[in-house]
């Protein structure tokens, strides 16, 4: 069993009315929809086994990483250091404009500072604590993971213009899974939405993202914290949080 990520392992996404933890690791393991109480799509901090997870890391095993975030925002930056090259996941949910709503997506911005990377991506929702089997199915541009009750969530691969083929690989599924590679140089930027909108188009965000305060009336933030232990205190928004190693 993969061992459980201490919630000081994690930095915070939101769009004001949900959220989601994303790991040092690049994992994002707790997200609920389409609110801040709602059943979970990812939830492997809890049952890192059938919680669901979506992640995106180093094709290796030799890296460290630090997150951080932009100044001023909630536009959280996980930074890989490999023999390799430097590459960082950029992660944030947009805020849509208007009244409380069940659209949400997950923005994940792959890029490479310095040399090459290969990145990894790994998405298995576990609808409801993983209660709740789901189908996938490939499309054109990424996936779609649905129950049998109706819930849906859509995986779309944003290319960066003039991106040559051979720099992804196309999705592939295993036990619900769907497993991408995308390889990049430097300058290089490519991204990766869930969107709980299938048949929507996944977009850039054009805002500035807010967290840790709730859209929707009589909801705290706070319930974006599943129920462990959050020992451990805050610090400044552009300090580096936290450093892991792989090794």
């Known amino acids: 069993m993969k061992a459980f990520t201490p919630i000081g392992e994690h930095g915070l996404i939101g769009d004001l009315q949900t959220s989601a933890l994303v790991a040092t690791d690049g994992t994002i393991d707790w997200f609920c929809h389409p609110r801040f109480d709602s059943p979970s799509v990812f939830a492997s901090l809890l049952d890192p086994e059938r919680g669901g997870h979506f992640r995106i890391s180093p094709d290796t095993d030799a890296w ?99 991106a040559a083929p051979s720099e992804y690989v196309k999705p592939t599924v295993q036990d619900g899974a769907v497993h991408v590679a995308v390889t990049a140089a430097v300058g290089d930027a490519g991204g990766i939405v869930l969107d709980t909108a299938p048949d929507g188009q996944a977009a850039r965000s054009r805002s500035m ?36 190693s792989s090794c």
């Open 64 to 162: 460290e990483s630090q997150q951080l975030y932009l100044p001023g925002t909630a536009i959280l930056i996980t930074r890989f250091l490999t023999p390799d090259g430097v590459g960082e996941v950029v992660d944030f949910m947009p805020v849509i404009e208007g009244g409380a709503n069940d659209r949400h997506r997950l923005v994940r911005l792959m890029r490479v500072v310095r040399g090459r990377m290969r990145f990894v991506v790994e998405c298995r929702p576990g609808f409801d604590y993983g209660r709740r089997a789901h189908r996938t199915e490939i499309t054109d541009n990424g996936a779609v993971f649905r129950t049998d009750d109706g819930d849906a969530v859509a995986l779309s691969l944003v290319r960066r213009p003039g």
């Open 209 to 244: 993202m807010s967290r840790g305060c709730s859209r929707r009336p009589g909801t705290s933030g706070a319930a974006g914290w599943p129920g462990r232990s959050t020992a451990g205190g805050g610090g400044s928004t552009w300090s580096v949080r936290r450093s892991r």
